[in-house]
C-alpha cells in the first residue's frame, strides 16, 4: 500500500454517480486542482466542467463499467465509489423492490466497480468507497439504506484484506444537503435536515484531505456534528 501523500495534479480520477451531489462538487475540486476527471454515471452531470468527461455507465452491469475503464484510455490512479441511491421506511414498511434496487447498487455495484477497475487501475491507485454514517450505526428507518451500507462497509474491510497492497479507504458522512439525502423528506422534515447539512463543496475538501493526508477514513461524529480522519 502506497505510504505517502497523494499529489493530485496530473492524476487521473474516476468517480462513480458524478452527476450531481458529492460526486459533481468532487469531480470539480479536483478538476480545478489539476486532475483529469472523468464521471461515470447513468445521468448527464447537472453542469458541464473543464477537464471532466461524463461516461454513460450503470454501476449494476460489469460490462458497461469495463467499457468505461476503456474509454479512459490510461491508468486511473484515484478511482471513487461514490454511486448509490436510497429508499426511505422500516424494513417492515419497504418492498421488495426497495431491497433489490438498495443492494443491487449500492453493494453490488461497489463490489463491481471495485472488481472490474482492478486491470485498469495504476500501481499505486487509491479506492475510495463512499458509504454513510448509518454504516457505523444503523438506525430503523432509513432501515434497509443502512443495512446495504452495513453490507458496503463489510465489503470494504474484505477488500482491503484481499488486497493489502492496495489503498481502500471509506467515507462515512454524515448530513449533506444532495439529492439523495433530499428523497423523500418534505415539509418541516426537510428544514430541520437543513440546519445540520453540510454542502457537497464541504465534503469534497474532506476528501481531498484525506487523499492528500493518506488517510484511509472519513468519519461524521454524531454528537459533536463534526468529521475527523483515520
Not at 80 to 105: H, M, P, Q
Request: net charge negative; proline share 7%; glycine share 6%.
Amino acid at each position: 500500500m502506497r505510504a505517502t501523500p497523494m499529489e493530485i495534479p496530473g492524476k487521473t480520477v474516476v468517480i462513480t454517480g458524478a452527476s450531481s451531489g458529492i460526486g459533481l462538487a468532487l469531480a470539480r475540486v479536483l478538476a480545478g486542482m489539476g486532475a483529469t476527471v472523468f464521471s461515470f454515471d447513468r445521468k448527464e452531470p447537472e453542469e458541464s466542467i473543464a477537464h471532466v468527461t461524463h461516461v454513460p455507465v450503470d454501476v449494476t452491469a460489469a460490462e458497461e463499467i469495463r467499457s468505461g475503464f476503456e474509454r479512459v484510455g490510461t491508468p486511473v490512479d484515484i478511482l471513487v465509489s461514490n454511486a448509490g441511491v436510497i429508499r426511505r421506511g422500516t424494513i417492515i414498511e419497504s418492498s421488495e423492490e426497495d431491497f433489490d434496487l438498495l443492494f443491487a447498487v449500492n453493494v453490488k455495484g461497489a463490489w463491481l466497480t471495485l472488481k472490474t477497475a482492478l486491470p485498469f487501475l495504476s500501481p499505486d491507485a487509491v479506492f475510495v468507497q463512499m458509504s454513510s454514517r448509518y454504516a457505523c450505526n444503523p438506525v430503523p428507518n432509513p432501515g434497509l439504506y443502512a443495512l446495504s451500507k452495513l453490507f458496503q462497509r463489510h465489503l470494504m474491510e474484505i477488500a482491503k484484506k484481499t488486497l493489502p497492497q492496495m489503498k481502500v479507504a471509506m467515507l462515512f458522512p454524515g448530513p449533506v444537503d444532495t439529492p439523495l439525502a433530499r428523497h423523500d423528506v418534505t415539509g418541516e422534515a426537510l428544514q430541520e435536515k437543513k440546519t445540520i447539512m453540510e454542502s457537497p463543496q464541504f465534503l469534497a475538501g474532506k476528501i481531498v484531505e484525506l487523499l492528500q493526508e493518506d488517510k484511509e477514513q472519513l468519519l461524521y461524529d454524531e454528537k459533536t456534528r463534526t468529521y475527523r480522519l483515520e
